[in-house]
């Protein structure tokens, strides 16, 4: 499914048992994760589903009675219960070592802390998981170390705020292979950055310390790409929405983040048609993204999400504004993303390779962003890509 920028793979009909990750806070998202359920169901027939529309159970039910299992957000247990019942597992001496992982051999999510400590209005992530709780920092790098020697070319570091890591327990000192480390976003990076694997930043607030992590993008320690949930660019709208931002000085740190790592790659997610937008809010978010030029975008249409604060904002927008002003939005981004991605032509890119024929460079995140295509490769290799043209997403080439 595709969601302006976020899409998984529908290659289930060869897999054992299909795991759908679902999403339930805002109403698209819930018919695109509906949908997934469905898809994998028609492609496969084994399906479990996990992820925070799991506790909404009679809802899936009822659209999609097939489905063997139902685990709620951050259950691992439950959800490898599931697996082991309908699918017995084998047993591996070394993989079992390195505990649960669910993506392809060459990638792997790497989870830092849990819960959230913000109150946007439009969320209910605090409410679902509770305040934010950081994993100790050294069982975070020996994960990421088990990883990396079991295949692993590419860690995607996320959590609900991931330049919080370690707010919380006021960024108390761990230990790793016999190190003191403090539980900080920065050393953490600096950390995961030793490990010789791609090292990916997703959900990073532009709290002022994330640039000290830039200049190791600049010097090749961690990948130049950030995840920065923008959300809005209107003072208003985004009091309104209770978010820790300006857009001014969200347009003088990207500057200052492009002087200091000119290869960076920023993408980020914005909401249009939040209640009381005005055509004054939304031209003003069409501004930032214009001045903005971000290399990789996702837009949701606003849809009111059970227990979100935003609920009881007055002037909801009609579904045809909204709808509108997504079209509107999207298509100013599509011009600014075929612009960037047109000055890669005649570049030769280093490329992960996902499937023969697919592959991503270090500005395409798995799932949500572009792909670059050519012939031939092997699934987890680097290789060499020379760009021949490009879209407005996506990159097309030759391997060397």
Request: charged share 25%; hydrophobic share 40%; glycine share 8%.
């Given at each position: 499914?595709?969601?302006?920028?976020?899409?998984?793979?529908?290659?289930?009909?060869?897999?054992?048992?299909?795991?759908?990750?679902?999403?339930?806070?805002?109403?698209?998202?819930?018919?695109?994760?509906?949908?997934?359920?469905?898809?994998?169901?028609?492609?496969?027939?084994?399906?479990?589903?996990?992820?925070?529309?799991?506790?909404?159970?009679?809802?899936?039910?009822?659209?999609?009675?097939?489905?063997?299992?139902?685990?709620?957000?951050?259950?691992?247990?439950?959800?490898?219960?599931?697996?082991?019942?309908?699918?017995?597992?084998?047993?591996?001496?070394?993989?079992?070592?390195?505990?649960?992982?669910?993506?392809?051999?060459?990638?792997?999510?790497?989870?830092?802390?849990?819960?959230?400590?913000?109150?946007?209005?439009?969320?209910?992530?605090?409410?679902?998981?509770?305040?934010?709780?950081?994993?100790?920092?050294?069982?975070?790098?020996?994960?990421?170390?088990?990883?990396?020697?079991?295949?692993?070319?590419?860690l995607l570091v996320i959590s609900q705020d991931t330049s919080a890591y370690g707010v919380d327990v006021k960024y108390r000192t761990g230990f790793w292979q016999g190190r003191p480390l403090k539980?900080?976003?920065?050393?953490?990076?600096?950390?995961?950055?030793?490990?010789?694997?791609?090292?990916?930043?997703?959900?990073?607030?532009?709290?002022?310390?994330?640039?000290?992590?830039?200049?190791?993008?600049?010097?090749?320690?961690?990948?130049?790409?950030?995840?920065?949930?923008?959300?809005?660019?209107?003072?208003?709208?985004?009091?309104?929405?209770?978010?820790?931002?300006?857009?001014?000085?969200?347009?003088?740190?990207?500057?200052?983040?492009?002087?200091?790592?000119?290869?960076?790659?920023?993408?980020?997610?914005?909401?249009?048609?939040?209640?009381?937008?005005?055509?004054?809010?939304?031209?003003?978010?069409?501004?930032?993204?214009?001045?903005?030029?971000?290399?990789?975008?996702?837009?949701?249409?606003?849809?009111?999400?059970?227990?979100?604060?935003?609920?009881?904002?007055?002037?909801?927008?009609?579904?045809?504004?909204?709808?509108?002003?997504?079209?509107?939005?999207?298509?100013?981004?599509?011009?600014?993303?075929?612009?960037?991605?047109?000055?890669?032509?005649?570049?030769?890119?280093?490329?992960?390779?996902?499937?023969?024929?697919?592959?991503?460079?270090?500005?395409?995140?798995?799932?949500?962003?572009?792909?670059?295509?050519?012939?031939?490769?092997?699934?987890?290799?680097?290789?060499?890509?020379?760009?021949?043209?490009?879209?407005?997403?996506?990159?097309?080439?030759?391997?060397?």
């Amino acid at each position: 499914m595709r969601a302006e920028g976020y899409e998984t793979s529908k290659q289930y009909a060869h897999a054992d048992l299909v795991i759908v990750n679902t999403c339930g806070f805002i109403d698209a998202a819930v018919e695109e994760s509906l949908g997934a359920i469905g898809e994998a169901l028609a492609e496969n027939g084994k399906v479990i589903v996990t992820g925070c529309l799991g506790v909404k159970n009679d809802l899936i039910r009822a659209k999609h009675p097939a489905v063997l299992a139902i685990t709620g957000p951050h259950d691992t247990p439950a959800v490898m219960s599931a697996v082991h019942a309908h699918l017995p597992k084998p047993h591996d001496p070394y993989t079992d070592l390195i505990g649960v992982k669910l993506t392809p051999p060459h990638y792997a999510y790497l989870k830092i802390a849990e819960g959230c400590n913000h109150r946007c209005s439009f969320c209910i992530i605090p409410s679902m998981r509770g305040d934010l709780v950081s994993r100790p920092i050294g069982e975070v790098l020996q994960e990421a170390e088990n990883l990396v020697k079991a295949g692993v070319k590419e860690l995607l570091v996320i959590s609900q705020d991931t330049s919080a890591y370690g707010v919380d327990v006021k960024y108390r000192t761990g230990f790793w292979q016999g190190r003191p480390l403090k539980t900080r976003m920065t050393q953490l990076c600096e950390s995961l950055g030793q490990l010789g694997a791609w090292v990916r930043l997703h959900y990073v607030y532009p709290y002022p310390h994330v640039d000290e992590v830039i200049p190791m993008m600049a010097e090749g320690k961690i990948l130049p790409y950030l995840d920065a949930p923008f959300q809005h660019a209107s003072p208003r709208i985004l009091k309104l929405m209770k978010r820790p931002a300006n857009a001014e000085k969200v347009l003088e740190r990207i500057r200052d983040w492009r002087a200091a790592c000119p290869d960076i790659t920023i993408r980020s997610t914005f909401i249009v048609g939040f209640p009381g937008e005005t055509e004054d809010d939304f031209r003003e978010l069409l501004s930032f993204l214009k001045e903005a030029q971000l290399d990789r975008v996702g837009c949701f249409e606003y849809s009111p999400v059970e227990g979100a604060a935003a609920n009881a904002l007055p002037d909801p927008l009609p579904p045809e504004v909204k709808r509108y002003r997504k079209e509107q939005f999207m298509r100013t981004q599509e011009a600014i993303s075929a612009s960037k991605l047109k000055r890669k032509v005649g570049r030769t890119i280093k490329v992960l390779v996902d499937e023969p024929g697919v592959g991503r460079s270090s500005a395409d995140a798995p799932e949500i962003d572009g792909i670059v295509r050519f012939e031939g490769g092997k699934a987890g290799q680097f290789r060499d890509v020379t760009i021949d043209r490009a879209d407005e997403h996506d990159l097309y080439g030759r391997l060397q």
